[in-house]
């Protein structure tokens, strides 16, 4: 028979069955969490709570931050154009009269340059027509007779223009050089950089401060390097004439240097006709430059052609009636030894 405790004990297992039946609600996602929290804050507690709802609003400015950041920027077509084309250097001035504004010396190619051994002459118009070049030694009576003019233009009807011009320079300055070969500028007694190992091409040391230092004053001729150069269509007669003059070779090196050579080089631009010029103390001009009226007119003044050339006491020399393809042809069979 139910009782007052029953009816109780009833109540409680009726009310534990309505709340096993009752529908659980939704997980809470962190988004929903923290809209909720933004949204809905408690009512107690408010200075507690509110670091605590400060930390999602920087997370959410940080997430926001990146969103933007990571978006690619909206190109426009210059834009894009700009990055696929490979950039190019424009060489062309805006305006052109700029040009006329710049001084010639700055535009011009130098006319010495040094590249590492020594300064070189690149043009030698130019370099003869600058303050860098010694002046003619008119004090030396032969240096004088070489400055002259018409020298110089008989030196062109022979020779190449640059090699006439530093013939024309070397013979006409006492000490200043440029070297026919390697267009080296050098004053003798320099201590020259040298090409090779030239100590190995020579008996000495000394013999080849001898013979390189009378070669530099002959012709010119820097190093013997250079002068085995000038000297490659006479090559068996390379070392007994370096550092030599005419008077000075034996018969075998006459031979070699009147006869045809081995034209082991078609286009030496005139050094081989150089090096043979340069044995004799007028250059072998002398026929050439002189007619016979005149050589025997300085012959009966002076006693002896010798003592013509000892005493450096030449008149102007003139021209014969032939043009320049003739005066080459005559110097290019050059005979160093008379009636050879």
Known sequence: MP?????????????????????????PTLETDACD?????????????????????????QVSELQIWSQPPSDSPDD??????????????????????????????????????????????????????????????????????????????ILPEETALVLWYNKSRKTARVCPACQRLYRLGDVLPKHL???????????????????????????????????????????????RMAEELGDATWDLLDGPGTNAVQNDRGLSLLLKMTRCADLGLGELLFPEDDVDDLLDGEGSHTKVVEDRTWTTPTFRDADGVELAEQMGGLRLRAGS
């Not at 004990?9 to 096993?20: F, G, I, L, T, Y």
């Not at 408010?46 to 400060?54: G, I, V």
């Open 37 to 61: 929290v933004r949204s809905h804050p408690p009512a107690s507690h408010h200075s507690h709570h509110a670091s605590e709802t400060s930390v999602p609003d920087t997370i959410s400015n």
């Open 197 to 243: 190992n030239e100590e190995a091409l020579t008996q000495s040391a000394e013999h080849m401060r001898e013979h390189l230092y009378r070669e530099q004053a002959i012709s010119g001729l820097c190093s013997s390097v250079c002068f085995m150069l000038a000297a490659l269509n006479y090559p068996g007669a390379i070392s007994s004439t370096w550092g």
């Open 80 to 157: 894009h154009v700009r990055r696929t084309t490979p950039y190019t250097y424009d060489m062309t001035y805006e305006d052109a009269h700029l040009d006329a504004d710049i001084p010639p010396i700055f535009t011009k190619k130098p006319f010495i340059h040094d590249p590492g051994n020594g300064p070189r002459v690149r043009d030698t118009r130019a370099f003869l027509a600058s303050t860098f070049a010694s002046p003619p030694s008119l004090e030396d009576p032969l240096c004088a007779e070489f400055a002259q003019d018409e020298m110089l233009e008989m030196l062109s009807l």
């Open 3 to 27: 009782g007052p405790r029953n009816m109780k004990k009833k109540k409680q297992v009726e009310s534990k069955k309505a709340k096993r039946n009752k529908p659980l609600p939704d997980k």
